[in-house]
């Protein structure tokens, strides 16, 4: 993987995750696809890092998750939000501002 | 709340692993389907679909492995999973294991073992309160810098200093066992009456010396150490204030001592451990400045008192007190304030530091062994690792397994290490080398045990480097090309170095050896000064001449006994001992307190009984005696002090004798009637003062050693030397019955012991070298079996393989031999303190242990190379 989108990945991944599933359900290849349409193409996010954040987001109870029947009627497992997600969600949305507003400030400045 | 669910994860992970596993399958196997499902809709056909699927997903098995990595629990379950395989690893090849747990096991419980005295004896603080304020206080007066002190001087520092709690003042000597019950001589320590408190915080029972038993009339007091009490007065507790039979005269025992108290003075001071009961002495105004020095001083300095100011202030003392017209005013009288810790282990020290260094050497050539052994199997597994590594195992999962392997092999052979180490403690303080014998406690404790562990981890840390440094190098496509045999076969500068390394250790500790034996054997034929064969002896407490003098006739007479005679201090024993100045008529100030030597009363024909040699003049009689002219003999050492170039027969000497009866000294003037060759007191290696002899009826002691010479092959005379004590007085305690040659034996007791030690470490590690070297050298041509092979095909003679193997081995002994003598140049110096008759730099020891090494290393190249030389080609290619 190249090693630039690793380090831009890892603080944000997350973030994205947790905003890409929002108050819906979607499996992991769904999650994906949502990533790469709500990012309009900047993300692809390679199953090799998507399943590891997925499982320790839900070890960290703010995913869960259950089978289900995909669009194409294939089992699949479905994530969604717990309470903990949400309030994560909202958490984690604030902290970027915060720095996104910081990182541009800083780079406006002369 | 995240942290508690992260552990409930985390044992679903541990517990459950099959649930948790199977549902990880089928969300990436369904991740797969729906992907390939994307590709169908797309356009392209079912297999194509899956193909890409699956190129694009980067490999099922490596998503699988991405969330085992990461999820809660992983590192404890890599870790479980790594210690099972490096198990499995470890017992896949049995041989290698056990030898490198033994390697290690020998290498570490050396370690652990030297360690724990180590700690024992030069870090832990001393048993006493605020060891770190305890001093030694020596005077120094002629030659000697570290002499005792006289009660008068004691008194005087006192006075003159402002640094120090307490200055206190101890001698041994030999006395009798209190209480009733069979008699028995001991050692007796006279102390100042506030000695006892600067090493103990309070008796465990009554109370120690105080200023009254200082007082003219105070009566006899006694203060016991726990062994006595328990093992003379059962323990009792109503002991305090009775009065008790002590020896001639009765005393009060006021005190007990914890049984945890331990007298540990530096070996020199003549105060041994196994003093067994304390009596005070009195340091009070009014002493002779001309008196005795006897005895050992201890201070405790002042609670933020600095040691230098507290030297400064003993410099001052010193000079006033050579004004005071004392034995110390010649005007060379000096004063020097050591601490008490280094200065009771200034003699153990050397050794131990030595013997640290010598098994440091060890682990470290066992650590190049393992290492080498560990490398060449990882050249043997480069395909499995490869295969690993293509599977989805990340380098530093692969480094991980090594560190792992290596870990437990370091754990394992650390747990044999303790076994063995506390084994080896054992074994040590079984040997007890005298300079050993003030410390008996040597525990595997915290810090032991703490010093073990590391040593283990920094070991494995050590030899896995090697191995891991491999793994940085797997390259998948052509280690997976490559066949297994020849896989990764480079022949490593690595090797070489450890190699190289091994023999360069082997070769300094070797060297170190060659010389303790040399010196050991310098020992053993030292001429001592006397003949210890065929004579025994046995010391007895007398109450004065006519028993002695009458036990020494009916032990002539005794069958087999061709000569007796008695003396106050036996050679090379510890007793108490005794010495002074001694000058010439007419010596002036100066010249009267720059001989010292040691002070010897004797019975007539101890020379002959002893066998040393008369030189001139002739023996005591019995009719020497405080009646007739005062007479003296001295050794040839004190001869040449006092009177080189002159005969000093029919010469006055000024002596402190004491003809009115035990310790009543006074200077008087004695005629030199002969001279006796120096008999070695103190040690085989060292003439630490020249001896004056002087007739028992001019110096009476209480206790006295008999020297007995019987014709060779005589039967024991334990049994009628008894009966003849017994017969002249049934109270005359009688111990120590021992040959002279004993007392010669504990005297080499302490090079023995360092020779032994030595050898035994240097053999092993040559033993490790040499397995280094065969090690290397067979796999090398195992490897090379098949370029052999082609090489004597095509008409390479069989001598020239075999000169080719050996070269190869002979390329890394060479330079580890120099790189062994550069090493050996800074360290043996090092050694200088414990060696006799010797130099560090001995040419002769240089060559052998070179030669040694050498031929040892030709040995174990030599057995490969045969084996490299009698390869059939057509064997070896066909095998190829």
């Known amino acids: 993987m190249d090693p630039n989108r690793t380090a831009l990945l890892q603080g944000t991944l997350d973030l994205l995750i ?32 998507l399943f590891p954040a997925l499982h320790r987001m839900e070890e960290a109870g703010w995913l869960s998750s259950a089978w289900g029947e995909s669009e194409n009627n294939r089992r699949a497992r479905f994530y969604r939000l717990t309470k903990a997600g949400h309030r994560q969600l909202g958490e984690e949305t604030a902290q970027w501002n915060r720095v996104a507003l910081a990182i541009a400030s800083a780079l406006k400045a002369t | 709340m995240a942290l508690i669910a992260r552990i409930r994860a985390a044992f679903r992970n541990l517990f459950r692993r099959s649930e948790v596993e199977a549902r990880l399958d089928a969300e990436v196997r369904s991740y797969a389907d729906l992907l390939t499902d994307e590709k169908i809709a797309a356009g392209l056909a079912p297999a194509e679909a899956r193909r890409r699927a699956l190129a694009e997903s980067g490999g099922l098995e490596q998503i699988r492995q991405s969330v085992r990595d990461r999820r809660a629990g992983a590192t404890l379950d890599n870790l479980t999973q790594d210690l099972r395989y490096a198990l499995r690893q470890l017992r896949r090849s049995p041989s290698l294991t056990s030898l490198a747990i033994l390697t290690l096991a020998i290498g570490i419980g050396a370690n652990t073992a030297i360690f724990s005295f180590v700690n024992a004896v030069l870090l832990r603080p001393l048993p006493y309160p605020d060891p770190d304020r305890l001093v030694s206080v020596w005077s120094g007066l002629g030659y000697s810098g570290r002499a005792p002190f006289s009660s008068f001087e004691l008194f005087e520092v006192r006075r003159r200093t402002t640094q120090f709690d307490q200055l206190a003042g101890i001698w041994v000597t030999n006395g009798a066992l209190p209480g009733d019950g069979p008699a028995e001589q001991i050692k007796v320590a006279d102390v100042t009456s506030n000695f006892l408190q600067l090493l103990c915080i309070r008796p465990a029972l009554g109370r120690f010396f105080g200023p009254g038993d200082d007082l003219p009339n105070a009566p006899n007091t006694i203060i016991l150490t726990h062994g006595v009490w328990a093992r003379r007065f059962g323990s009792d507790p109503s002991i305090i204030g009775r009065s008790v039979r002590y020896g001639r005269y009765r005393a009060t025992v006021i005190g007990v001592l914890p049984a945890s108290f331990r007298l540990i003075f530096p070996d020199d001071s003549s105060i041994p451990a196994t003093v067994e009961v304390f009596e005070s002495v009195p340091v009070v105004p009014g002493a002779d400045p001309q008196g005795p020095a006897f005895l050992r001083v201890i201070g405790r300095l002042r609670n933020g008192a600095i040691a230098a100011t507290a030297q400064a202030e003993m410099n ?24 008490f810790q280094a200065d009771t282990v200034r003699d153990i020290r ?14 470290l050539i066992g650590c190049a062994n393992i290492a080498n052994l560990l490398m060449a199997r990882a050249r043997q597994r480069l395909r499995e690792t490869t295969i690993r590594a293509a599977l989805g195992a990340s380098r530093a999962r692969l480094a991980r397994q090594f560190l792992t392997e290596s870990v437990l092999l370091g754990i394992l052979g650390g747990l044999c ?14 040997a007890r080398p005298p300079s050993f014998s003030n410390f008996t406690h040597v525990p595997l404790d915290a810090p032991v045990l703490a010093f073990t562990f590391l040593v283990a981890l920094a070991t494995s840390v050590l030899f896995s480097l090697a ?40 070769f300094v500790l070797l060297l170190a050896t060659g010389l303790l034996m040399r010196t050991f054997v310098n020992i053993l034929h030292a001429d001592p000064g006397f003949r210890p064969a065929n004579v025994f002896t046995f010391r007895v407490s007398t109450p004065g001449y006519a028993p002695i003098h009458l036990i020494q006739q009916k032990l002539a007479s005794l069958p087999g006994v061709e000569s007796a005679s008695a003396i106050s201090h036996l050679p090379l024993d510890n007793a108490g001992n005794w010495y002074d100045y001694y000058w ?63 005969d000093p027969l029919g010469q006055k000497i000024n002596l402190s004798d004491s003809p009115k009866g035990f310790y009543q000294f006074q200077r008087d003037w004695a005629v030199v009637i002969g001279v006796v060759h120096h008999v070695q007191y103190h040690s085989l290696t060292a003439i630490v003062r020249p001896q004056i002899y002087v007739p028992y009826p001019l110096a009476p002691r209480p206790s006295m050693s008999f020297v007995v010479h019987t014709a060779s092959g005589a039967a024991s005379l334990a049994a009628p030397v008894r009966a003849i004590v017994d017969s002249v007085n049934r109270d005359m305690p009688i111990t120590h019955v021992e040959p002279m040659q004993l007392l010669v034996d504990r005297a080499h007791a302490e090079s023995r ?4 030690l030595a050898t035994l470490l240097s053999t092993i590690a040559l033993v490790l070298a040499c397995i280094g070297i065969y090690g290397v050298l067979s796999y090398s041509v195992a490897q090379r079996t098949a370029e052999i092979g082609i090489r004597m095909a095509i008409g390479a003679p069989r001598t020239q393989v075999l000169r080719m193997i050996l070269a190869d081995g002979f390329a890394w002994v060479l330079p580890g031999l120099l790189a062994g003598f550069v090493l050996s140049l800074l360290i043996a110096p090092l050694l200088t303190g414990l060696l006799f008759g010797v130099a560090p730099g001995n040419p002769l020891n240089y060559a052998l242990i070179f030669v040694l090494v050498l031929a040892v290393s030709a040995l174990a190249a030599f057995i490969p190379a045969r084996r490299a030389a009698s390869i059939d080609p057509l064997i070896a290619l066909r095998y190829e």
Request: glycine content about 10%.
């Open chain 2, 467 to 506: 191995p891991m440094l491999s793994v940085r190098r797997v390259d998948l496509t052509r280690d997976l090309k490559e066949s297994t045999r020849q896989a990764g076969f480079r022949r490593g500068r690595w090797t070489s170095a450890l190699v190289s390394a091994e023999v360069a250790l082997a």
């Open chain 2, 584 to 646: 010439k008529e007419g010596a002036s100030l100066a010249e009267q307190t720059s001989v010292m030597a040691d002070h010897r009363s004797t019975l007539p024909g101890y020379f002959a009984a002893i066998g040393a040699t008369l030189l001139e003049g002739r023996d005591f009689t019995d009719s020497d005696d405080a009646q007739h002219q005062h007479v003296a003999i001295i050794d040839d050492v004190l001869a040449r002090q006092l009177w080189p170039g002159q």
């Open chain 2, 417 to 430: 290490a303790l076994a063995l180490g506390y084994a080896a403690i054992h074994a040590i303080l079984a």
């Open chain 2, 316 to 339: 001052r003392a010193a000079v006033e007190i050579n004004q005071l017209g004392g034995r110390a005013s010649m005007g060379n009288f000096t004063l020097s304030v050591l601490p």
């Open chain 2, 350 to 363: 050397p050794t131990l530091l030595c013997l640290a260094g010598g098994v440091a050497f060890v682990l």
């Open chain 2, 753 to 756: 012991f360092a020779s032994l």
């Open chain 1, 18 to 49: 947790l905003k890409a599933i929002g108050s819906a359900e979607f499996h992991g290849l769904g999650i994906s696809r949502r990533i790469e349409q709500i990012t309009h193409g900047a993300f692809h996010v390679k199953p090799g890092s």
